[in-house]
């Protein structure tokens, strides 16, 4: 496996796997768990070669988040890379991503603008930056993300659509299902900020999740089965809850009733020093 963190060896390592076959790439912050090795394991399934990225964006975090404390562990997650048969990391540094004079910016409107776009304003901009100029760099045939951040997904293969990226194309970016732990909570690498007392908690966001897409399903009415589960996990040790939505899968319009077009819950809420999200699928129509 190669660790690479300059432009040049890049291109030049991309192109020679590159000839022996497909190319997928994973994008990540880094701080991996089970599942990032998901998605690892997914794009070997699919691809000849896997390269991971490991990059700490500073654009998609804001002025109050937490870039300094985001948990940066190259060397081990390195280690665990090489384990999965990974082909290439590429691990740039700030000044490698973002030169001297830098000044370019990719704006994805409609689906950045709700959900985590609202309470976090520029991160999806931030997001959409990043991931173009990571298959810019890698070129790969395939990508592969979470279905956990499914709004960063939704963004993600609209850029790639809207821009006729080709490298990889839109179609080619595959979500994949969210690992949860043995308790529902999905995993993050910001689940490590919790005290034992705090994830303990936690758990009551899937399973709240779990108990309005069924009522939901059985034809509850949809705004006072999002209230009730907003006043649900704030009863149940949460801080504050960002937003509790039902929107369309793929346009992230809000939905006030199911329509027989697949539809999500998306759930953002803050619990101690972390802000979790997940998202679920809902089915049906009523």
């Given at each position: 496996?190669?660790t690479?963190?300059?432009?040049?060896?890049?291109?030049?390592?991309?192109?020679t796997?590159?000839?022996d076959?497909?190319?997928?790439?994973?994008p990540t912050m880094g701080?991996?768990?089970e599942?990032?090795?998901t998605?690892?394991?997914?794009a070997?399934?699919?691809?000849?070669?896997v390269a991971?990225?490991?990059f700490?964006?500073?654009?998609?975090f804001g002025?109050?988040?937490d870039?300094?404390?985001?948990?940066?562990?190259?060397?081990?997650d390195?280690a665990?890379?090489e384990?999965?048969?990974?082909?290439?990391v590429w691990?740039p540094s700030?000044?490698?991503?973002y030169p001297?004079?830098?000044a370019t910016?990719i704006s994805v409107?409609g689906?950045?603008?709700g959900?985590?776009?609202a309470?976090r304003?520029?991160?999806?901009?931030?997001?959409?930056?990043?991931v173009c100029k990571l298959?810019n760099?890698?070129?790969?045939?395939l990508?592969?993300?979470?279905?956990?951040?499914?709004q960063q997904?939704a963004?993600?293969r609209?850029m790639?659509?809207?821009?006729?990226?080709?490298r990889p194309h839109?179609?080619r970016i595959?979500?994949?299902?969210?690992v949860r732990?043995?308790d529902?909570?999905?995993?993050s690498s910001?689940?490590?900020?919790l005290?034992?007392n705090?994830?303990a908690?936690?758990?009551?966001?899937?399973q709240a999740?779990?108990e309005?897409?069924g009522?939901?399903?059985?034809?509850?009415e949809?705004?006072?089965?999002?209230?009730?589960?907003?006043?649900e996990?704030?009863?149940?040790?949460?801080?504050?809850?960002?937003?509790?939505?039902?929107?369309?899968?793929?346009?992230?319009?809000?939905?006030?009733?199911?329509t027989g077009?697949?539809a999500?819950?998306l759930?953002a809420?803050?619990?101690?020093p972390?802000?979790?999200?997940?998202?679920?699928?809902?089915?049906g129509?009523?």
């Amino acid at each position: 496996m190669q660790t690479i963190q300059s432009l040049d060896p890049l291109r030049n390592a991309v192109e020679t796997l590159r000839a022996d076959g497909e190319l997928a790439l994973v994008p990540t912050m880094g701080a991996l768990h089970e599942g990032h090795l998901t998605l690892v394991r997914e794009a070997k399934a699919r691809a000849a070669h896997v390269a991971v990225s490991i990059f700490v964006n500073p654009r998609q975090f804001g002025a109050n988040e937490d870039l300094d404390a985001y948990p940066r562990r190259l060397e081990r997650d390195c280690a665990m890379l090489e384990g999965e048969g990974v082909s290439l990391v590429w691990a740039p540094s700030v000044e490698v991503m973002y030169p001297e004079g830098y000044a370019t910016n990719i704006s994805v409107s409609g689906v950045s603008e709700g959900l985590c776009g609202a309470s976090r304003p520029g991160h999806f901009d931030g997001v959409a930056t990043v991931v173009c100029k990571l298959f810019n760099q890698v070129r790969p045939d395939l990508a592969f993300f979470g279905e956990k951040d499914w709004q960063q997904l939704a963004v993600i293969r609209r850029m790639a659509r809207d821009l006729d990226l080709v490298r990889p194309h839109a179609d080619r970016i595959f979500g994949v299902p969210t690992v949860r732990e043995a308790d529902g909570l999905a995993m993050s690498s910001r689940n490590a900020y919790l005290s034992p007392n705090e994830r303990a908690k936690a758990a009551a966001l899937p399973q709240a999740m779990h108990e309005a897409i069924g009522k939901i399903e059985g034809g509850s009415e949809v705004a006072a089965t999002l209230g009730h589960l907003a006043l649900e996990l704030l009863d149940r040790g949460f801080a504050s809850v960002d937003y509790v939505e039902l929107c369309d899968a793929s346009s992230l319009e809000p939905m006030s009733a199911l329509t027989g077009k697949p539809a999500r819950l998306l759930v953002a809420a803050r619990i101690g020093p972390a802000r979790l999200i997940d998202n679920m699928a809902v089915n049906g129509a009523h």
